[in-house]
C-alpha cells in the first residue's frame, strides 16, 4: 500500500462525500461497524451518521430521507437484512425519491456472525438491484451506479460487501464523482392500486434494472474455448490471482451487478466455453440460475465448497474439471478446533452464567455477550436464533421460560417480545444484562429503557452485579422468582470491562 491508496472502507466515506449522501442510518455488527466508526470520527459526518436501534428503523429514516430528496446510505450486517426486509419489499413497489443504497456486509466463514448468510438473494426476494463489487475501485462504481439507478428506478439498491474487499486497495484518484440532483419522492405513485404499483414496477423500473445489469461494464476475458470461470465480489479477485499465478488459459467473467442476472452475457461466455465453473461465496445463488447443463460446475456438483472461497479451491476444482460430480467430505468446524470463544474472565456475569449452567430447563440466549455461554464450561444459554429473540422464544418453553437479553438486543426488537408475552399473560422469567453498551459489537451506546420496563412490569429486581454477589443467593432469587406467576425481570446492573 502507498499513501495513495484507500481501504474498501475508506472508499465509502468518500463515496458518501462524491456523491452527496445526507444522511447515513446504521447497525453495529461486523464487518460493517468499522466503517460506521470512519464515518462517526469524521467531523462533518459525525452529525449525519447514526446508530440505530434496528435495522428496520434504520432503513425506514433512510427512506423517509430520499422521500425528502436527501442519498442515504444504510449500513448493516447481513443478518440485519432480514429485519430490514419487510421494507425493504414494500419499498420497490412504493417508489422512492433521493437514492437510497444499502450496504450489506456479508461475513462468509462466520467469523462474527451466528451464520454465512448470503445478502445477494435479497435482490430477487425484493426485487431490487444487487452490486457484489470485488475490488474497492469496483466497490466505487457500484455506489455511484446504485445511486443512479436508485433514482432513476426509484428504488433502493442492495451493495453487497465482505470483509476482504472492505481490506483492499486501490488508488485513491480513481475515484470522481458523477453529479446529478437527487429527486423527490412523487406522490402520483398513489393513483395506482397495490396491484397496479406492482404493474409499474414491472413495466418501468424492472426493465431499467435489467439494462443496467445488461450493460454493465464488468470484467471479461475470453482466452479459451475450453474452461471458462463465471465469479462474482471478492473471489473475482482470487480468480484473477490463481490465472497470473499459474498462467493458465482459462476466460474469466466477473460480475459487478448480480440482480437482475445479465442473462444474455451469461449465455455468450457460457455457450462459447466447453466448461464453465462458477466461483462465488457464500451460496450458489449465480450458479442456481444458469446451472441446466452438466458442463457447469460449482457448489453444486461440489467443486467448490459453500462458504469463504480460497484460491486453493479454484485449483481443486479446476483439476477436476471434468468430472460431473465430486464427492463433497465436508467435516463440519467444531469449537475443539477452532477454539472457544468464551465469556470475559472479567466479566460482572460471570456468576450469573455459572448459576444458569446449573439449572436443568432450556434458557433463551440471545445474539449479545450470552451466546458465548453456550459451550463448555459454562453452558448456560441455550439457544441464540437473532438478536433480540430471547423473550419470545423463552414464551414457547414449557412452564416459566426463563430468557437472557443484553440490553441492546431488548432495544433492538427485545421489546416486542416483552409486550407480547405481556399481552398474551405468557409466565416468563427475563433476566436483562444491562452494561448500557452494546459488548459484542464494539461497545457502541444503548439508550435506557427501564422507565419503560417500569411502565410495563411490576415484578422487577434490580440486580447490582458490581457489588460481589454469592452464587447462592443468585440461585435462591431465580428460583423465588420461578415460582411466581406472570412475568418477572431481573434488571442485571453491570459495566463491561472492555468498553
Ligand atoms: S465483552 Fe463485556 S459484557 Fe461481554 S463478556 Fe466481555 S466483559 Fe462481559
Known amino acids: 500500500m502507498n499513501e495513495r491508496q484507500i481501504s474498501g472502507k475508506d472508499v465509502i466515506l468518500k463515496a458518501a462525500g462524491l456523491l452527496e449522501v445526507k444522511l447515513v442510518s446504521a447497525v453495529a455488527g461486523y464487518p460493517v461497524t468499522s466503517i460506521v466508526n470512519l464515518f462517526r470520527n469524521d467531523d462533518f459526518w459525525a452529525d449525519n451518521t447514526f446508530w440505530m436501534i434496528n435495522e428496520k428503523v434504520a432503513l425506514e429514516t433512510a427512506l423517509g430521507a430520499s422521500v425528502a430528496g436527501r442519498r442515504s446510505f444504510v449500513l448493516t450486517k447481513h443478518v440485519g437484512m432480514n429485519v430490514l426486509c419487510d421494507p425493504l419489499v414494500t419499498s420497490a413497489t412504493h417508489t422512492i425519491g433521493a437514492g437510497l443504497v444499502i450496504i450489506a456486509g456479508d461475513d462468509p466463514g462466520a467469523k462474527a456472525s451466528q451464520n454465512e448468510q448470503d445478502s445477494r438473494y435479497f435482490g430477487p426476494l425484493a426485487e431490487v438491484p444487487v452490486f457484489d463489487p470485488a475490488t474497492p475501485e469496483k466497490l466505487f462504481d457500484s455506489l455511484k451506479e446504485a445511486i443512479e439507478l436508485s433514482e432513476k428506478a426509484?428504488?433502493?439498491?442492495?451493495?453487497?460487501?465482505?470483509?476482504?474487499?472492505?481490506?483492499?486497495?486501490?488508488?485513491?484518484?480513481?475515484?470522481?464523482?458523477?453529479?446529478?440532483?437527487?429527486?423527490?419522492?412523487?406522490?402520483?405513485?398513489?393513483?395506482?392500486?397495490?396491484?397496479?404499483?406492482?404493474?409499474?414496477?414491472?413495466?418501468?423500473?424492472?426493465?431499467?434494472?435489467?439494462?443496467?445489469?445488461?450493460?454493465?461494464?464488468?470484467?471479461?476475458?475470453?482466452?479459451?474455448?475450453?474452461?471458462?470461470?463465471?465469479?462474482?465480489?471478492?473471489?473475482a479477485c482470487l480468480v484473477e490471482k490463481f490465472i497470473e499465478e499459474s498462467n493458465?488459459?482459462?476466460?474469466?467473467?466477473?460480475?459487478?451487478?448480480v440482480y437482475p442476472l445479465p442473462i444474455k452475457k451469461l449465455k455468450r461466455f457460457?455457450?462459447?466455453?466447453?466448461?464453465?465453473?462458477?466461483?462465488?461465496?457464500?451460496?450458489?445463488?449465480?450458479?442456481?440460475?444458469?446451472?441446466?447443463?452438466?458442463?457447469?460446475?460449482?457448489?453444486?456438483?461440489?467443486?467448490?465448497p459453500h462458504g469463504k472461497i480460497e484460491k486453493e479451491h479454484i485449483l481443486h476444482a479446476l483439476e477436476n474439471i471434468k468430472k460431473t460430480h465430486m464427492d463433497k467430505v465436508v467435516k463440519?468446524?467444531?469449537?475443539?478446533?477452532?477454539?472457544?470463544?468464551?465469556?470475559?474472565?472479567?466479566?460482572?456475569?460471570?456468576?450469573?452464567?455459572?448459576?444458569?449452567?446449573?439449572?436443568?430447563k432450556p434458557i433463551a440466549g440471545d445474539m449479545g455477550?450470552?451466546?458465548?455461554?453456550?459451550?463448555?464450561?459454562?453452558?448456560?444459554?441455550?439457544?441464540?436464533?437473532?438478536?433480540?429473540?430471547?423473550?419470545?422464544?423463552?414464551?414457547?418453553?414449557?412452564?416459566?421460560?426463563?430468557?437472557?437479553i443484553g440490553d441492546f438486543g431488548l432495544a433492538h426488537t427485545g421489546m416486542q417480545g416483552l409486550i407480547n408475552a405481556k399481552s398474551n399473560g405468557f409466565d416468563l422469567l427475563?433476566?436483562?444484562?444491562?452494561?448500557?453498551?452494546?459488548?459484542?459489537?464494539?461497545?457502541?451506546?444503548?439508550?435506557?429503557?427501564?422507565?419503560?420496563?417500569?411502565?410495563l412490569h411490576d415484578d422487577i429486581?434490580?440486580?447490582?452485579?458490581?457489588?460481589?454477589?454469592?452464587?447462592?443467593?443468585?440461585?435462591?432469587?431465580l428460583m423465588e422468582k420461578m415460582e411466581k406467576k406472570g412475568i418477572s425481570i431481573i434488571l442485571a446492573k453491570g459495566t463491561c470491562p472492555k468498553y
Open 154 to 235: 426509484s428504488i433502493p439498491v442492495i451493495v453487497r460487501v465482505t470483509s476482504r474487499l472492505l481490506e483492499s486497495f486501490c488508488e485513491s484518484a480513481l475515484l470522481r464523482p458523477k453529479g446529478s440532483v437527487p429527486p423527490e419522492f412523487d406522490r402520483s405513485v398513489w393513483d395506482y392500486t397495490m396491484k397496479g404499483k406492482h404493474q409499474r414496477f414491472h413495466s418501468m423500473s424492472y426493465p431499467l434494472m435489467g439494462d443496467y445489469s445488461q450493460s454493465q461494464d464488468c470484467l471479461c476475458h475470453i482466452d479459451t474455448t475450453k474452461t471458462g470461470i463465471i465469479s462474482s465480489g471478492y473471489p
Open 248 to 257: 493458465s488459459r482459462i476466460s474469466h467473467l466477473a460480475l459487478d451487478m
Open 332 to 360: 463440519p468446524e467444531t469449537i475443539k478446533e477452532r477454539g472457544p470463544r468464551s465469556i470475559c474472565d472479567t466479566c460482572p456475569y460471570l456468576s450469573l452464567y455459572r448459576v444458569l449452567g446449573t439449572i436443568d
Open 270 to 304: 457460457i455457450d462459447h466455453h466447453e466448461y464453465v465453473l462458477v466461483v462465488e461465496e457464500t451460496e450458489d445463488y449465480i450458479e442456481s440460475h444458469i446451472s441446466i447443463e452438466d458442463t457447469i460446475k460449482g457448489k453444486s456438483t461440489g467443486h467448490i
Open 369 to 404: 455477550c450470552s451466546i458465548l455461554s453456550t459451550s463448555a464450561p459454562l453452558q448456560a444459554v441455550d439457544t441464540g436464533f437473532a438478536l433480540g429473540s430471547a423473550i419470545s422464544v423463552a414464551c414457547g418453553f414449557k412452564g416459566k421460560g426463563i430468557a437472557v
Open 461 to 477: 429486581e434490580v440486580v447490582d452485579f458490581a457489588e460481589k454477589i454469592k452464587e447462592r443467593e443468585l440461585q435462591a432469587l
Open 430 to 455: 427475563v433476566i436483562i444484562l444491562q452494561n448500557d453498551v452494546a459488548a459484542m459489537t464494539g461497545g457502541q451506546d444503548v439508550a435506557d429503557l427501564t422507565h419503560v420496563l417500569e411502565a
